[in-house]
């Protein structure tokens, strides 16, 4: 049951690392020219931080209409569909949000800027090794108190007017556009479909850790360390599951985090609130039938907090969800803890729900 | 007589034509049917396999077979970024 892929390039892409493995040697050149290129165009069409992307020009196009190339309508119109899956929990419509908690330049000078030369400790990033991003939590209820300034709903999907027929692209009520939520995984979905069209070998594509797989897999599957943080070493408290297709996402509210008015925030944003979600979940991490539907499962699963097992069950999604003290939930037929890969004194098995939840 | 005869082969052909009118419609429907079933059955691996191609709407893809557990670290991770 050892599953090797026969070549691994790994790179960087939206701020981020990148993982391609191929089940056929001669094909990884090839593979990682197609990858490039699909990435550079989603980078060009939805990087919130690019002045010459789509996403920007439409965000100041003052809500008129806007002709849209196909790729970025296909982009709008997965993250109107997991806004539309998720009952409007995973919304696009957050950018002011995200602004508004000083999230408005990209996150390597976002962290940068409050870590500093000498700064790192108490000020640094969370890591998984770490404290789940609780920074002014109720020690009662765990709630997280809202920070300054703007706050409230957020503008809603549903200001998001895509027109296939073109395409174009309005958005009403002053709704700005952030693609964060949907763009990396849908990307690598595209990544390793066309990939595996096109060369007909075996893919993993993972970006930041939305992994996305297509064609045939390797014996016994391709092999994936579920943890907090994509880029953590390989024996990072975890587990290791085997998928053969479709993708696996993990959502966190440890990793990407940052301080606002002196409180640590995370970038998973509550619609209802404009606010970070609750830390119900410091990590959630699902499977689906693609990549961009299973990260569309854990960030929904992030915000909705106590009710998440329940409804991942109804979905007949596998899942794995951490509380943040570590004690480990799973749902919808996720397989056991290995328990002999735990780390020593790690979480506590807290079942299967699937069966209470029907 | 003759009138009969007419009568008689007008309503033949009248209830062969709603007989043919009848199994052309069910044949049409039990094709809706299963072009619906086919798609249900096999619509996650339009999803996985040429998955390039824009998102369908629906439900969320459920995975064509959920994971395994696996020994080992793994070959690579999933995890926030």
Redesign the interface.
């Known amino acids: ?1 050892t ?3 026969a070549a ?1 390039a790994t790179f960087s892409v939206f701020g ?2 990148a ?1 391609l ?1 191929v089940t056929d040697q001669s094909a990884l050149g090839a593979a990682r020219l197609l990858a490039d290129a ?1 990435l550079a165009a989603v980078d060009l069409a939805c990087n919130r931080f690019r002045p010459d992307s789509e996403l920007t020009q439409l965000n100041e196009a003052g809500g008129a209409a806007r002709p849209v190339s196909l790729l970025f ?2 982009l709008i ?2 993250a109107l ?1 997991a806004a ?2 998720t009952d409007g929990l995973v919304d696009p419509t957050c950018a002011a949000a995200l602004a508004s908690l000083g999230y408005d330049r990209d996150f390597s000078e976002l962290a940068a800027g409050y870590a500093g030369p000498a700064g790192r400790g108490d000020e640094g990033p969370v890591t ?1 090794e770490q404290s789940p991003a609780t920074g002014e939590q109720n020690p009662a209820t765990g709630e997280q108190s809202p920070v300054d300034g703007e706050a409230g709903p957020v503008t809603g999907w549903r200001s998001v007017e895509l027109n296939l027929a073109g395409p174009s692209v309005q958005l009403r009520h002053g709704a700005q556009l952030d693609l964060g939520a949907t763009a ?1 995984a ?1 990307a690598a ?6 990939i ?2 096109e060369l007909g070998c075996g893919v ?1 594509v ?10 045939p897999a390797p014996t ?13 070493g ?3 408290p ?15 509210t ?3 985090t940052w301080l606002a008015d002196g409180r640590r925030v995370h970038h998973i944003i509550d619609p209802a609130t404009g606010q970070p979600a609750q830390p119900c979940w410091r ?1 959630v ?1 699902v ?4 990549c ?2 299973a990260n ?2 854990s960030t929904a699963a992030i915000i909705r907090g106590e009710s998440a097992p329940a409804w991942l069950a109804d ?4 899942a794995r969800l951490v509380r943040p003290d570590g004690t480990v939930v799973t749902a ?7 328990q ?2 735990d780390p020593p004194g790690r979480g506590n098995e807290a079942g299967d729900p699937a069966g209470a939840a029907g | 007589m003759g009138g009969d005869d007419v009568r008689s082969a007008v309503a033949r052909r009248d209830e062969g034509m709603r007989r043919v009118r009848r199994l052309t419609w069910r044949a049409g429907a039990a094709g809706v049917v299963g072009s619906v079933l086919i798609a249900a059955a096999f ?2 691996h339009t ?9 369908q ?1 629906g ?23």
């Open positions: 049951m599953a090797t892929a691994r981020t690392m993982v493995l699909e309508a296909d119109a997965t569909r539309e899956l998984s990396k849908r979905d595209r990544c390793a479909g066309l595996a069209e993993l993972s970006l930041g850790g939305d992994i996305s797989v297509a064609g016994g599957g391709w092999q994936v360390r579920v943890t907090d943080d994509h880029a953590a390989p024996e990072s975890g587990q290791t599951v085997a998928i053969t297709g479709g993708g696996l996402a993990t959502s966190s440890t990793v990407r990590t991490s499977t689906a039938g693609s961009v539907d569309t499962a979905c007949g999604l596998p919808g037929g996720w397989p056991p803890e290995d002999t890969t | 619509g996650h999803s996985s396999t040429a998955s390039h191609h824009p998102a709407p439900g969320i893809l459920v995975p064509g077979h959920p994971p395994t557990a696996a020994p080992g670290s793994g070959q690579v991770n999933s995890g926030a970024s």
